[in-house]
């Protein structure tokens, strides 16, 4: 079951992400090197990871026009990304399930300008294991995955900034996390989602 494809999981969701995003230290991804992946592009060109990986800090952030507090933190991520850009960071939409006209639109109307890599049957975001959105996936220079936050925080800028300051500079990220309290809860809630 996707959990971030139903009714429910958008009101828990909504309920409990805004205020709880959290790098999350139990993610499988943390320390392994980032998935390869080949996807179409809103612009209509090809997207191919492996084109980017070790040279560059990447982050994807996968989202979808519905989901709330992505749509908070997707322009938030845009802003810090782009001030980032001539220090070798690239950022990548990675749209979950949207139609490429909806989500045209939806960049249209927020005044966007985001390269989007399509994700039309959740096979990427299945790879990535963003069983709850917005996932911002950030991969270091070396192509390990150094940080996943799940969830929105009125931080997120701060942090994010904080984050790629250490990844420019070479350093790794993926070690020593601790959860918080509410990214427990967040596991907890999508634990007992997946098990009805």
């Known amino acids: 079951m996707r959990l971030f494809a139903t ?26 090197k980032a998935p390869k ?11 191919e990871l492996a ?6 800090v990447i982050i994807l952030d996968f989202w979808a026009t519905w989901c709330g507090p992505c749509v908070r933190a997707l322009p938030i991520i845009a802003d810090v990304a782009a001030s980032y850009k001539d220090q070798g960071v690239e950022f990548f939409a990675v749209n979950l399930g949207d139609e490429p006209a909806a989500v045209q639109a939806f960049l249209e109307e927020h005044k966007l300008s985001v390269p989007v890599v399509l994700d039309r049957d959740n096979r990427i975001g299945e790879l990535y294991k963003a069983d709850a959105i917005p996932q911002t996936v950030i991969i270091g220079k070396d192509g390990v995955v150094q940080v ?37 809860t967040v596991f907890a809630v999508t634990t007992a989602m997946q098990s009805k």
């Open 7 to 32: 009714p429910t999981f958008v009101l828990i969701l909504a309920a409990c992400v805004p205020g709880c995003s959290d790098r999350v230290a139990g993610h499988p991804l943390l320390g392994q």
């Open 37 to 47: 992946f080949t996807a179409p592009m809103l612009d209509d060109s090809s997207f």
């Open 51 to 56: 084109q980017h990986l070790d040279k560059n």
């Open 148 to 184: 996943v936050h799940v969830g929105f925080s009125a931080n997120l800028q701060s942090e994010l900034s904080h984050e790629l300051d250490a990844l420019v500079a070479g350093k790794k990220l993926a070690s020593g996390r601790k959860p918080a309290a509410d990214r427990a």
